[in-house]
T-cell receptor, first 112, second 113 residues
Framework: KNQVEQSPQSLIILEGKNCTLQ??????????LRWYKQDTGRGPVSLTI?????NTKSNGRYTATLDADTKQSSLHITASQLSDSASYIC???????????FGGGTRLMVKP | NAGVTQTPKFRVLKTGQSMTLLCAQD?????MYWYRQDPGMGLRLIHY???????AKGEVPDGYNVSRLKKQNFLLGLESAAPSQTSVYFC????????????FGPGTRLTVT
């Protein structure tokens, strides 16, 4: 069964600090891997999308990396801001079909 | 361009009642999805559609039905609501243009008592 596991489940950091969120997946072969940000009470919003051939993708202070050999991805947040407090979700799309597999998310809280 | 919209935003049902959730997108996307999100869990796919007039079951389809009579609309129906269907429901759409960008609606919070 295709699975996407994220760690940690929750994380608290101080404003201005950096942090890295992890995503391990068993989906294979896969088409693309996405990271979403979901604010409380809102729908997920895409941060980055990487195909299997890409190693890194940046979106402002967010940088995602992908290692297709070890089936791992990470999302690095630089110089965190209070507005970064949200859940971050890793999503993998299989090579065939459009049924995305969602991780359980990492809930990040940035404190002043 | 409103993106993906969902109605209603909130709803409280009694066990056994029925209702329909509406999802609309104005991006001419081929694919549309209905997910549910329970506290502390990831989004789980209920049903999806790869085009007008077609639907398919996702991971947790039991107790739900869907219809895609028009390309821009995807309806999710609960024929006989149960407390286990208390959840937040998200609709999403995806274009078939290779951009892979999936857009989500704001969600519908449903409580079944």
């Amino acid at each position: 069964k295709n699975q996407v596991e994220q760690s940690p489940q929750s994380l608290i950091i101080l404003e201005g600090k950096n942090c890295t969120l992890q995503c391990n997946y068993t989906v294979s072969p896969f088409s693309n891997l996405r990271w979403y940000k979901q604010d409380t009470g809102r729908g997920p919003v895409s941060l980055t999308i990487m195909t299997f051939s890409e190693n890194t993708k940046s979106n402002g202070r967010y940088t995602a990396t992908l290692d297709a050999d070890t089936k791992q991805s990470s999302l690095h947040i630089t110089a965190s801001q209070l507005s970064d407090s949200a859940s971050y979700i890793c999503v993998v799309t299989p090579d065939a079909g459009n049924m995305l597999t969602f991780g359980g998310g990492t809930r990040l809280m940035v404190k002043p | 361009n409103a993106g993906v919209t969902q109605t209603p935003k909130f709803r409280v049902l009694k066990t056994g009642q029925s209702m329909t959730l509406l999802c609309a997108q104005d991006m001419n996307h081929e694919y549309m999805y209905w997910y549910r999100q329970d506290p502390g869990m990831g989004l789980r796919l209920i049903h999806y559609s790869v085009g007008e007039g077609t639907t398919a079951k996702g991971e947790v389809p039991d107790g739900y039905n869907v219809s895609r009579l028009k390309k821009q609309n995807f309806l999710l129906g609960l024929e006989s609501a149960a407390p286990s269907q208390t959840s937040v429901y998200f609709c999403a759409s995806l274009g078939a243009d290779g951009a892979y960008e999936q857009y989500f609606g704001p969600g519908t919070r449903l409580t079944v008592t």
